[in-house]
C-alpha cells in the first residue's frame, strides 16, 4: 500500500521560509513523477512543483518560480518542497502526489494517483 506522507507545514510571515517534506512507503521508487499540489479556500487545486526522480527535472508554476525549489533524496525515499519569500497568497494546504511508477508524460503533466494527507502553510502579512 502506497503511503506519502507529509511534513514541515506551519506558520511563518512574509518572507519567511519553509521546507515541507514528503515521506513515500510501498511505493517503487525510481523513474517517477512526483509533485506538490496547493488547494486554498474556494479555489481550485494548484500544482506548484514537480520533479521526474529518473532524473531529476523539475517544473514549477509561474507564481513559484524562483522562490519553491522541489529536491529529492532517492535514499529515503523522500520529496522536499523548499519555500522562500514566502506570501500570503501561498496560504493553502499542500499536498504531496506520486503517479503510477514508471509512467512519464511531459514536464510531468499526468494523472497523479497517490496522494498524502496534506500540511498546512499559512503566510501572515
Known amino acids: 500500500q502506497v503511503q506519502l506522507v507529509e511534513s514541515g507545514g506551519g506558520s511563518v510571515q512574509a518572507g519567511g521560509s519553509l521546507r515541507l517534506s514528503c515521506a513515500a512507503s510501498g511505493y517503487t521508487w525510481g523513474r517517477n513523477c512526483m509533485g506538490w499540489f496547493r488547494q486554498a479556500p474556494g479555489k481550485e487545486r494548484e500544482r506548484v512543483a514537480a520533479?521526474?526522480?529518473?532524473?531529476?527535472?523539475?517544473y514549477y508554476a509561474d507564481s513559484v518560480k524562483g522562490r519553491f525549489t522541489i529536491s529529492q533524496d532517492n535514499a529515503k525515499n523522500t520529496v522536499y518542497l523548499q519555500m522562500n519569500s514566502l506570501k500570503p497568497e501561498d496560504t493553502a494546504m499542500y499536498y504531496c502526489?506520486?503517479?503510477?511508477?514508471?509512467?512519464?508524460?511531459?514536464?510531468?503533466?499526468?494523472?497523479?494517483?497517490?496522494w498524502g494527507q496534506g500540511t498546512q502553510v499559512t503566510v501572515s502579512s
Open positions: 520533479i521526474y526522480t529518473g532524473g531529476g527535472s523539475t
Open positions: 502526489a506520486a503517479a503510477r511508477p514508471g509512467w512519464y508524460a511531459f514536464q510531468c503533466a499526468l494523472e497523479y494517483n497517490y
